[in-house]
């Protein structure tokens, strides 16, 4: 058999082949579970819970405004408040959020990508990561905050040119004239 063979063209092609499909595998629902818990994803969703709760409640702040409220009042908003906060908690629960996961970690990621990234978590560095990722956000937030003042001062100085100047004139609307 020589190398121009077309038979053995189709053997190394073939050959070639088949650790693409190996890579290309759907990962396993326990590829699935062990990357979850190596993430620490649902510790991650608890942790969103109670800042999505804290974000409601400056909603509902913002909207009552300086309005004074009666005891009644209040106590309405408050019930309303504990019945969004059940919503939330009811629908982030991680037993409704584990299938999820699982389906968007499937249709994204590989067998291979899996395993590998299970491994980095399972690692020094994978686990410094995560124990670091909140300080990251937190120290995020701050510095893109510091970053925007600026450009909102700039946004409110410009708005506040465009109000003051004098409005373009506009022509009375001509009569139409009939066929």
């Known amino acids: 058999m020589t190398i121009a063979s077309p038979c053995f063209r189709w053997l190394l092609l073939a050959a070639l082949a088949v650790p693409a499909a190996v890579l290309a595998a759907e990962p396993s629902d326990a590829d699935i579970e062990k990357l979850l818990r190596a993430s620490r994803a649902e510790s991650m969703l608890a942790a969103i819970v109670p800042q999505m709760e804290a974000m409601q409640r400056q909603q509902f702040d913002q909207m009552m405004g300086d309005k004074p409220l ?10 309303i408040q504990a019945k969004t906060n059940e919503i939330v908690r009811r629908a982030l629960a991680w037993e409704e959020m584990r299938p999820l996961y699982a389906d968007v970690y499937k249709q994204t990621f590989t067998r291979e990508d899996v395993r590998a990234i299970t491994k980095f978590y399972e690692s020094p560095a994978g686990r410094n990561l995560l124990d670091k990722t909140p300080a990251l956000m937190q120290n995020l937030m701050v510095a893109i905050q510091q970053k925007m003042v600026p450009m909102l001062e700039e946004l409110q100085a410009e708005a506040q040119s465009v109000s003051e100047m004098p409005a373009p004139e506009v022509s009375p609307p001509q009569k139409r004239r009939k066929r």
């Open 70 to 79: 009666t005891a009644e009042q209040r106590a309405e908003v408050e019930r």
